[in-house]
């Protein structure tokens, strides 16, 4: 089990910006392919962004699609999402979620696909 703690949410005006970050320890941080899930108050949990263990492979969700930017650094441990040009939508509580597999191979969208999770870090945005 890899441990994960997300930081980085807070309030923002629409149109500004947020930088998420979310940092593993307990296992080997390479090992794991990582995504973002958000939830809003009475939604169920959605797919935000994914990345694969090669760093390279990336996924998004339609709606955050040319705004978000999600990366990792093996070295530090971390998985981090570039938010720009927010929306009151995308209001909700953020959080990151590991799972092990092939090197260069895509998480799943949907969060049974996860095997770890972190506690979530609420991002508002005002319109």
Do not use: H
Request: charged letters at 20%.
């Amino acid at each position: 089990q890899v441990q994960l703690v997300e930081s980085g949410g807070g309030l923002v005006q629409a149109g500004g910006s947020l930088r998420l970050s979310c940092a593993a320890s307990g296992r080997t941080f390479s090992n794991y392919a990582m995504g973002w899930f958000r939830q809003a108050p009475g939604k169920e949990r959605e797919f935000v962004a994914a990345i694969a263990r090669d760093g390279v492979s990336t996924y998004y969700a339609d709606s955050v699609k040319g705004r978000f930017t999600i990366s990792r650094d093996n070295a530090k441990n971390t998985v981090n999402l570039e938010m720009n040009s927010l929306k009151p939508e995308d209001t909700a509580i953020y959080y990151c979620a590991a799972v092990v597999t092939d090197y260069s191979r895509l998480p799943s969208i949907y969060p049974r696909g996860y095997d770890d999770w972190g506690q979530g870090t609420q991002v508002t945005v005002s319109s």
